[in-house]
């Protein structure tokens, strides 16, 4: 399970750094691609594997079927760690979340979100979490 919050930078090149305690939950090969809130997201081949599979499973009839399994597939690559525990994200992606500099990492249980910093204080700002919790009842999640 991928938990935690961390904050680093991406260099001109495009090139991040993996916390350590992420690494090691990632496996050799893993997969990032765009996520939702404008994030990009990083998942564990075992868990995009399970994922893809619940894609191919939606009707190609239905249109937000269809867009929804393009917005995560058609901008997907697959990434190993380099020596220094870094990845390159390719400039689509980096356009797509709006990473310049300043880039934090956050663990959400099967995944990781990276988020440009002003993004993540933008998305994140917990406000209202009082009656975003209240609303979770009704998805069977009490406190």
Not at 101 to 111: A, E, M, P, Q, S
């Amino acid at each position: 399970m991928f938990m935690g919050e961390y904050n680093h930078t991406i260099d001109a090149k495009g090139r991040l750094i993996i916390p350590s305690k992420f690494r090691e939950l990632l496996g050799e090969e893993f997969i990032l691609t765009k996520g939702l809130d404008g994030c990009l997201s990083i998942y564990p081949m075992n868990e995009w594997e399970a994922f893809e599979e619940k894609l191919r499973e939606l009707p190609l009839t239905n249109k937000h079927a269809r867009t929804f399994s393009r917005f995560f597939v058609a901008g997907a690559t697959s990434c190993e760690l380099d020596k220094q525990g870094r990845i390159l994200v390719p400039q689509t992606l980096r356009e797509f979340a709006g990473l310049d500099k300043d880039v934090v990492l956050t663990g959400n249980l099967n995944r990781i979100e990276v988020w440009s910093k002003e993004k993540w204080s933008e998305n994140c700002s917990y406000d209202d979490m009082d009656s975003i919790a209240e609303s979770m009842l009704d998805m069977g999640i009490r406190i």
